[in-house]
């Protein structure tokens, strides 16, 4: 099933889902047929509802959607994890008793907001302008192919790991743990100007590195 996109679509799921880019043309598609999938307008959103038939038979917990280039995604799930790959929007990605993952993915200018209760967030190669991740139960570990202006990271029984390739500018960064330690393997400044990071969690490690 698809459905032309607009600038931002809006997906609401009672399981999990898989994001990919849509790359022969400007339509949203949903790969798994047997995944009963409804279209609606909401103010400037598109909104994409899914759910499996009562009968249920072989409709995936996690099925996939592709997305066309610069699309800004919203997700909304729960009881499943979101995993998304290759997007170029912004995004804020939520779930709850499940992980995020999102690797390859992001611009320059993107948004990105990815928030889980119980599960971890990780994230591989991601550009953004602007990077929350938060969760309760659950590692964070976020790896940035640029760096980000401002980084928001919290948990409260997990580590943080925020890693940032080389040569990447000195972060104003503040660190927050109870049972743990925070580790700080880069050069950081108190100059307001510079990209910030907050680090935080309650029970779990902090760290700040260069990427691989």
């Known amino acids: 099933m698809d459905r032309t996109a607009g600038s931002h679509l809006l997906i609401e799921t009672a399981n999990g889902v898989r994001l990919r880019p849509q790359a022969t043309g ?6 798994d047929q047997a995944v009963r999938a409804r279209f609606s307008a909401r103010d400037a959103l598109s909104v ?3 759910d499996c038939p009562p009968a249920g038979g072989d409709c995936a917990r996690m099925p996939t959607v592709e997305v066309p280039a610069g699309t800004a995604v ?14 170029t929007g912004d995004l804020h ?11 390859s993915s992001g611009g320059s200018r ?13 994230t591989t190669d991601l550009r953004a302008a602007t990077l929350s991740a938060a969760t309760v139960n659950g590692d964070l570990d976020l790896t940035c192919a640029d760096a980000p202006g401002a980084v928001d990271a919290d948990t409260t029984n997990g580590s943080v790991r925020f890693l940032l390739p080389p040569g990447s ?13 925070a580790h700080l393997g880069l050069p950081t ?4 100007r510079a990209p910030r990071a907050a680090l935080r969690t309650v029970n779990g490690d902090v760290t700040l590195a260069a990427g691989p």
């Open 26 to 31: 400007g339509h949203v598609v949903v790969a």
């Open 74 to 87: 919203t997700v909304v799930a729960r009881d499943a994890g979101v995993d998304a790959a290759g997007l």
């Open 169 to 181: 500018p000195s972060y104003a960064v503040t660190t927050a743990t109870d049972n743990g330690r």
């Open 110 to 122: 993107s948004a990105v907001s990815l928030a889980t209760r119980n599960g971890s967030i990780r």
């Open 48 to 50: 994409l509802d899914l």
């Open 93 to 103: 990605l939520t779930t709850v008793n499940g992980d995020i993952t999102l690797a």
């Open 189 to 192: 400044t108190g100059d307001r």
